[in-house]
């Protein structure tokens, strides 16, 4: 389904009762995220900010829920669009024996030119009002966390292209405001406007660039997906939507955007001016990600919509809206990888805790020795899967989107001494476990059920079983620096224990990782996860995240080998923070994401003003226990 303009997809989301109008005043400093971190953590509706001291209304959390992103996509359930690519590969794929298959292909071929691009002539819907002196601040853009930079505009679709080629690249980079025309643009060194913008820099060019924000749905999808270079992001969104996208010409740049978006930010970046100081920023890892030197985007014009909306995005601790997200990469991109890259594949699952890069779930047919570690391999080694910290890899009947099923099925099949792989890449620049920026460990989990050439001891291994708690007052008595143990899964056949640590010395998690595993209480456990003191281990989904973002497995990963063939051996993973007096780590470590005090206070008081119903308490009051002293950089 096509939408005509964001406008019509908020009368979607009004019909369907998937959004709430809110009429009181909201400052988009600060009070817009407090309200929308409550209700984006219990998937509670699209909400349309209608008063926010400026002349736009402000929609946010729009495709935060499963339904949601399914209507933004224009389908009813996410693996319509899986079956869909794979009928088309195989279509287009499959041979072709005589003329008659031949001719069969021309309406599928007929199909696929419908979903091209065109660019129209005249102006479109976006620029039916055009800005005398443009400025950037008449719009409600948010600053979203205490320590953020300033305002930021969350949901940019910028539109970059090869000076040589003119081949295009629509993708999504944050875009700090730091005057009515000056904007910073935060590509990360892996993407592809930062290659546009070195090709500029080596012609001496000013490189043009333009910004679209609203219109249908299914661009601000297209600007995150994950595609091939080369291939037109409008082209993906044109078989989503099943009608291509019409594009109009910039009034001052050289650059085309979608003829009914609401807003368009025209521009430039001069490659020989100096980068500018952006951030911080409270980004989807749930942490800061911290200020760096960007390039500085120069505001030439802004066109927008009669009754345009702006659209904006929280990002933070999940779930957040972009889970939502990373869960349509995840269905829609299985077909391709299935397809193209690992056919084994059955099923895959990019778990919310994760945020995106930190954690794959993949779910093979497997067939003969060594096949997950060639799936690992694969994965690693195409687009922006690079990024991935861990990968599991499990086969068999499990059902990967259960997380007590497919904890359940790893904890079973996992020999740590065996079956963990721990190699280094290239990681996201978000990660800030990583040693070096953008440089990391990473590992892999061979939970598929093994075949004789995979057990360890000639096939005659066999664990003991997992103990259904430990003692934990008693391991508390002979360790002072264990603060809390959860062995809640023990219960339940997960041979997993969590612990909290008050770390005081140079390699002491390594050093207590030894003597736990010594002790009765662990001998038959596999894997234990330390956390730091702060952090409420009772709450396992905050636990995983907080330890997925901590942990540079190659670094962090403490195996401990079985004594023989008979007995379990063990790994434990250190996820807790780094520094420099205890683990020799030399970056700034940066805080987690929380609302002031003030601000949930003042939101407390106006909540029976906004129409959302029963009251939800603010999930920062938890996170503010465990924020470390300082801003944006946690203080050593």
């Not at 670094?555 to 007995?567: C, L, S, T, Y």
């Not at 996170?623 to 470390?628: D, E, F, M, N």
Request: overall charge negative; hydrophobic content about 40%.
């Amino acid at each position: 389904m096509a939408y005509k303009n964001l406008q019509h997809f908020i009368e979607t989301l009004e019909k369907n009762n998937q959004l709430v109008r809110i009429k009181e005043y909201v400052n988009p400093e600060l009070e817009v995220t407090e309200i929308t971190d409550r209700v984006s953590k219990v998937y509670g509706p699209a909400l349309l900010f209608e008063n926010t001291g400026t002349d736009f209304p402000l929609l946010i959390n729009s495709m935060g829920n499963y339904e949601r992103m399914c209507m933004a996509l224009g389908i009813n359930h996410m693996d319509e669009i899986t079956h869909d690519i794979e009928a088309l590969f195989k279509t287009l794929t499959g041979p072709k024996e005589g003329l008659l298959d031949k001719l069969k292909m021309l309406p599928k071929l007929g199909q696929i030119a419908s979903w091209m691009p065109k660019v129209v002539s005249g102006r479109g819907e976006c620029q039916e009002v055009v800005m005398t002196n443009p400025d950037i601040t008449k719009f409600p853009v948010l600053k979203c966390w205490p320590e953020d930079g300033g305002p930021f505009i969350t949901l940019p679709v910028i539109h970059t292209k090869d000076p040589i080629t003119g081949i295009r690249n629509v993708g999504m980079y944050r875009m700090q405001i730091f005057g009515p025309q000056l904007t910073a643009l935060h590509w990360h060194k892996h993407k592809v406007s930062a290659r546009h913008f070195n090709e500029y820099k080596k012609l001496g060019q000013k490189m043009p660039v333009a910004v679209a924000l609203g219109g249908d749905p299914v661009y601000t999808y297209a600007a995150t997906a994950p595609l091939p270079d080369g291939i037109d992001e409008y082209m993906l969104a044109g078989f989503l939507r099943k009608k291509k996208v019409e594009l109009v010409q910039c009034l001052t740049q050289d650059v085309q955007v979608p003829a009914d978006a609401d807003i368009i930010i025209e521009g430039y970046v001069d490659p020989e001016e100096d980068f500018i100081w952006e951030g911080p920023f409270g980004d989807h890892t749930g942490y800061y990600s911290l200020a760096d030197w960007y390039p500085r985007f120069h505001i030439t014009c802004i066109t927008h919509r009669k009754n345009a909306v702006y659209p904006a995005t929280i990002v933070g601790i999940p779930p957040q809206e972009d889970a939502w997200i990373g869960k349509a990469t995840e269905r829609i991109f299985l077909a391709p990888i299935k397809m193209t890259m690992v056919p084994e594949i059955v099923d895959m699952v990019l778990p919310m805790e994760g945020v995106f890069h930190n954690l794959v779930i993949v779910k093979i047919k497997k067939s003969y020795p060594g096949q997950a570690l060639k799936v690992m391999n694969s994965m690693w080694g195409a687009g922006q899967m690079m990024f991935t910290k861990m990968i599991i890899v499990v086969d068999g009947d499990v059902n990967i989107h259960d997380n007590a099923a497919v904890a359940k099925y790893i904890s079973a099949n996992v020999d740590p001494e065996s079956d963990i792989l721990f190699t280094q890449g290239p990681m996201d620049v978000l990660d800030h476990s990583c040693s070096k920026m953008a440089f990391g460990g990473k590992m892999g989990i061979d939970a598929t059920q093994k075949l004789p050439e995979e057990l360890r001891g000639n096939g005659e291994f066999a664990s003991k079983a997992t103990p259904d708690s430990i003692n934990k007052e008693e391991v508390k008595a002979n360790f002072s620096e264990i603060i809390d143990i959860n062995d809640a899964l023990l219960k339940i056949g997960i041979s997993l224990v969590i612990v909290s640590v008050e770390k005081n010395r140079k390699g002491h998690i390594e050093e207590l990782n030894k003597q736990l595993f010594n002790t009765a209480p662990f001998k038959n456990v596999k894997v234990v996860l330390y956390l730091e003191h702060t952090i409420d281990i009772s709450d396992i989904a905050d636990a995983v995240w907080r330890f997925s973002n901590n942990v540079d497995p190659r670094r962090d990963g403490f195996i401990i080998k079985a004594e023989n063939n008979h007995e379990t051996s063990h790994v434990g993973l250190d996820g807790t923070r780094k520094t420099k007096e205890f683990d020799g780590f030399e970056r700034d470590w940066p805080n987690i994401l929380a609302s002031t005090t003030e601000t949930i206070e003042h939101i407390d008081k106006l909540w029976d003003k906004l129409g959302l119903g029963k009251f939800i308490t603010s999930p920062s009051l938890k996170y503010q226990k465990q924020l470390y002293k300082g801003g944006a950089v946690a203080e050593e």
